[in-house]
């Protein structure tokens, strides 16, 4: 049995319970952020909690807790569990409301570890597909609760890894996950309209030593032509696409040049657990 933190407390998690008349179950209105560990070292961990305050900013969520604390707080979350590798995610609640409507400023703090899940290892030797859905996302620069659209454009994309937020023709990002394609000889991520992941900025900072990086806005025909596509985020690391609806990309198996950033960030997150546990 797990253990996690509620307002104060740290409770086993089959006995774990957030009040009924939390806005969060009320009204949807909450923040949440994500991160696992590498060698049991929370990965970029000051980077998911600056995240999850800005999203509590974005929508103007009362966020109490300093970074100090929400670190030492996770910290102590991992401590109390024994998974090998884990999974944390913390959640900020909008608390209760005096008319069950409007928050009353007394936020609840969840943090929870559970076993880290694996994505299947054929997905990276052989690629994955994905379906693309005409969808805006309401402020997408926030990590919300609210998942109703994420819900919705995965239903219709079942045997997709991940659906694919298109708007007025340009692809934004997956609904967990970011986009990178590789065409003419450089690799391409969206610059706006998307919730910057935490996988997506480390990727960036791989392929900016050799610049062959441009951030801007990609087109679905560009996205359908591509000669590689990447998915990024902390549950899929970098996940290589060889499909896009009923188009193959390149040769219909993981290009060389997602293959070598693979490999990259494979180094990079071993060098990075192993500099944590000294």
């Known amino acids: 049995m797990s253990v996690l933190y509620i307002n104060g407390e740290f409770v086993d998690a089959d006995s774990a319970s957030v009040p009924a008349r939390d806005l969060a179950i009320l009204r949807g209105f909450g923040v949440f952020d994500y991160l696992r560990t590498y060698g049991g070292v929370p990965f970029q961990l000051g980077a998911h909690l600056r995240r999850l305050q800005r999203s509590a900013a974005l929508i103007e969520l009362a966020c109490p807790w300093d970074l100090e604390t929400l670190g030492e707080i996770v910290l102590e979350t991992l401590r109390r569990n024994s998974f090998v590798e884990a999974g944390i995610r913390l959640v900020v609640t909008g608390g209760d409301s005096p008319n069950s409507f409007m928050p009353g400023g007394d936020s609840r703090l969840l943090v929870m570890a559970t076993a880290l899940q694996y994505m299947p290892a054929a997905v990276y030797q052989r690629g994955a597909g994905v379906a693309t859905v ?69 990727v960036i900072k791989l392929l900016g030593r050799d610049g062959r990086l441009e951030l801007r806005a990609i087109t679905l025909d560009e996205f359908y032509s591509s000669d590689e596509i990447i998915l990024t985020s902390t549950t899929k690391e970098i996940v290589p696409i060889v499909q896009v609806d009923d188009v193959t990309i390149g040769a219909g198996a993981p290009g060389e040049n997602s293959r070598r950033l693979m490999r990259q960030w494979r180094e990079m997150t071993d060098a990075y657990a192993l500099a944590g546990r000294v």
């Not at 990590?143 to 007025?168: F, L």
């Open 134 to 202: 005409e969808q805006h996302r309401h402020l997408p620069e926030a990590k919300t609760i609210n998942y109703i659209p994420g819900i919705m454009a995965q239903r219709r994309a079942p045997d997709a890894i991940d659906a694919i937020y298109c708007v007025d023709g340009l692809v934004v990002e997956g609904t967990r996950s970011n986009i990178f394609i590789f065409k003419d000889d450089r690799w391409i991520t969206p610059d706006a309209g998307l919730l910057p992941g935490i996988t997506r900025a480390e």
